[in-house]
């Protein structure tokens, strides 16, 4: 098994950042990428963001792009999410996933282990 926890979420006005990081523990040999997907209230969860565990290779949602930055550090199996100017729509429950689709997985069911959540609000 593997387990996915995530920090670093909160208030933040808009224009600011926020780091969020997702540290996994237990069967972490297996992972061959991880992402952030996040849900707004009454959305659907979308994809933000995707790293290849091993090259390191990104992928992002358009509607992040140039704004958020993933990255990981092996060492420490965790992964990172910087957020830069945020936005209101940002608002939503982040959660980081890990599964076997590379950075090119963009769709929830190409991910077989999640994280709780970590709550951003941005106000304008």
């Known amino acids: 098994q593997l387990q996915l926890v995530e920090s670093g979420g909160g208030l933040v006005q808009a224009g600011g950042s926020l780091r969020l990081s997702c540290a996994a523990s237990g069967r972490t040999f297996r992972i061959y990428g991880m992402g952030w997907f996040r849900q707004a209230p009454g959305k659907e969860r979308e994809f933000v963001a995707a790293?290849?565990?091993?090259?390191?290779?990104?992928h992002y949602a358009d509607s992040v792009k140039g704004r958020f930055t993933i990255s990981r550090d092996n060492v420490k199996n965790t992964v990172y999410l910087q957020l830069n100017s945020l936005q209101p729509e940002d608002t939503a429950v982040y959660h980081c996933?890990?599964?076997?689709?590379?950075?090119?997985?963009?769709?929830?069911?190409?991910?077989?282990?999640w994280g709780q959540g970590t709550q951003v609000t941005v106000s304008s």
């Open positions: 996933a890990a599964g076997y689709g590379g950075e090119y997985a963009t769709q929830s069911y190409e991910y077989s282990y």
């Open positions: 790293i290849n565990w091993s090259s390191g290779v990104t």
